[in-house]
């Protein structure tokens, strides 16, 4: 076999919110690597529809609403033991702070902040993490390195897991598990299409990324792939920005 730290073969690995967009993309980027995934989203339909696009068999994949508290545990309790998770499973939110309600805070942390969080919690606790895993978070460039108006509640919830991976990084390097963020800028998925922003915003805002484009699902996939993999043995409490060049100006 060929010399490449980046390959995945031998890991199995977890991917949260792999029915769409960042997730999908990446659960299978991770089997063309050789890995075997772990797929898990809420919607049945289009996480099956991910599952017949991955490479090679012996996947798994397992519907849970990460919303609920139940959800995260039905989803631990299947796992079997993992080398790598990659959380992106996310939900955004377009609400001046003046109208935001605390269930509001909730709602969105709960999927964007507690999931995650729990997720790792309950499978550090049960065992299921390998030594050498590696934990990758999918955070933003909102709430990290910029904001925008009626985004604070998304934003809270993406610097908050950018605090948890500085902290936890250091709690798990003893057991060699490291953890890190890929940081985006605009990705075109569903998340793109919700309507938050009209199509002649979005062309506008093309010409503010120095590289004319907005990223695609695969770009963040590969980011992850490299942190899942060998090649960033080295690599734990760092968050990796991938913004096309935005924030440089
Ligand atoms: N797209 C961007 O421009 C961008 C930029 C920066 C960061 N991000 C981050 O990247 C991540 C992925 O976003 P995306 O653009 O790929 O969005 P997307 O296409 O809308 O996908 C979101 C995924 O999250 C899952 N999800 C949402 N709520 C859930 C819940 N309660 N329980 C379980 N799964 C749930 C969805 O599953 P179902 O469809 O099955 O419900 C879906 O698979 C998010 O964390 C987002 O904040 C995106």
Known sequence: MSYNPFTLEGKTILVTGASSGIGRATAIECSKMG???????????????????????????IVSDLGEENGI????????????????????????????????????????????VEISRLSIKAKKLNKNSSIVFISSISGVFISSVASSIYCAS????????????????????????VNPGIVETNLFDAGLITKE?????MNNYPLKRYGKPEDIAHAAIYLLSTASSWVT???LLIDGGYTLK
């Open 35 to 61: 890995a075997r995934v772990i797929i898990t989203g809420r919607n049945e339909e289009r996480l099956e529809e991910t599952y017949r696009n991955l490479q090679k068999a012996d996947h798994k994949f």
């Open 73 to 116: 545990q039905n989803l631990v309790s299947q796992l079997p033991a993992i080398d790598g998770v990659v959380h992106c499973a996310g939900i955004t939110s377009n609400l001046p702070f003046q109208f935001a309600t605390r269930e509001k805070f909730d709602s969105i942390m709960d999927v964007n902040f507690y999931a995650p």
């Open 158 to 181: 993406k610097g908050a897991l950018n605090g948890l991976i500085k902290g936890l990084a250091l709690d798990l390097a003893s057991k060699g598990i490291r953890v890190n963020s």
């Open 201 to 205: 915003q979005l062309a506008v805002e």
């Open 237 to 239: 409490g760092a968050n």
